[in-house]
């Protein structure tokens, strides 16, 4: 099955502790995203990517890093400079060109900082 | 204010009840969707339109280009459609602004 899976599903960790949140897609999609989901706000863009190698933040990308080496995967890393990351994290995806821009979202991942 | 706003937050139904959730946008856009968020917090794609009317199953979504309007209606509400539903708009390619959702409660 096509799909986005995200992992872990739970995840926590200690304040002062990078973390990697993993995201990898087999839709065949350019165009990834990650998002942060916080209670009673938004969906916000924290970067997005569109082609391997290439990529660019989003609304709130301070704190937060990425790489896209494989079209596959998008791995998003909440850094030790994140002053919140207590939230939850979605991972989608999308055909690139068109101007509609369907996503295609992951299961997320909800990160608590201890 | 928010350039995706909708209306009401927090709505509580009935099962067999016609429910509408409604979204204003203060944006050009080139299309609009509709998703749902369950309890376990994935995303599902329910409509993508740019203009009219779309229907699938119990679910009708509507959109008023002129107006920046759309409305998400449910027929026949049941407790298996209590989630969050949250619009969105795509203003350029690369971009979707959210709103903040409606939770949706429908009861026995």
Known sequence: DGGITQSPKYLFRKEGQNVTLSCEQNLNHDAMYWYRQDPGQGLRLIYYSQIVNDFQKGDIAEGYSVSREKKESFPLTVT???????AFYLCASSIVGGSNNEQFFGPGTRLTVL | KNEVEQSPQNLTAQEGEFITIN????VGISALHWLQQHPGGGI???????????????LIATINIQEKHSSLHITASHPRDSAVYIC???STASKLTF???TRLQVTL
């Open chain 1, 80 to 86: 030790s400079a994140q002053k919140n990351p207590t």
């Open chain 2, 44 to 58: 599902v794609s329910l409509f993508m339109l740019s203009s009219g009317k779309k229907k699938h199953g119990r």
């Open chain 2, 88 to 90: 969105a708009v795509s």
């Open chain 2, 99 to 101: 709103g903040t959702g």
């Open chain 2, 23 to 26: 979204c204003s946008y203060s």
